[in-house]
Nanobody, 124 residues
Framework: QVQLVESGGGLVQAGGSLRLSCAAS????????MGWFRQAPGKEREFVAT????????YYKDSVKGRFTISRDNAKNTVSLQMNSLRPEDTAVYYC?????????????????WGQGTQVTVKS
């Protein structure tokens, strides 16, 4: 069983920054591609960013490119999402995801494990 626990969400003013972290346990972390999704009120869950097993490949939703950075530390079993220049439209519950055999792009539509989510609210 894989457990993913997110942290770092909160309330921030537009233009501000937040750093989300996801602690993974119950599996060999380096064998999983990881990523972040989000779900805003009344909207479907959407892909935000993914990262390959070694961290050498990353993939981003167009609207977050240049503002968000995904990274991982395989020694600490963590994946992070640095979010800068936040906008009100970034308000959502953010979920950490893991995929055993997926790629940074296939994870857009399919993942094996999900965390419980952390709320990010950006005030205008």
């Amino acid at each position: 069983q894989v457990q993913l626990v997110e942290s770092g969400g909160g309330l921030v003013q537009a233009g501000g920054s937040l750093r989300l972290s996801c602690a993974a346990s119950g599996h060999t972390f380096s064998t999983y591609a990881m990523g972040w999704f989000r779900q805003a009120p009344g909207k479907e869950r959407e892909f935000v960013a993914t990262i390959s097993r070694t961290g050498s490949i990353t993939y981003y939703k167009d609207s977050v490119k240049g503002r968000f950075t995904i990274s991982r530390d395989n020694a600490k079993n963590t994946v992070s999402l640095q979010m800068n220049s936040l906008r009100p439209e970034d308000t959502a519950v953010y979920y950490c995801v893991a995929s055993r055999y997926g790629t940074t792009q296939s994870m857009i539509t399919q993942n094996d494990y999900w965390g419980q989510g952390t709320q990010v609210t950006v005030k205008s």
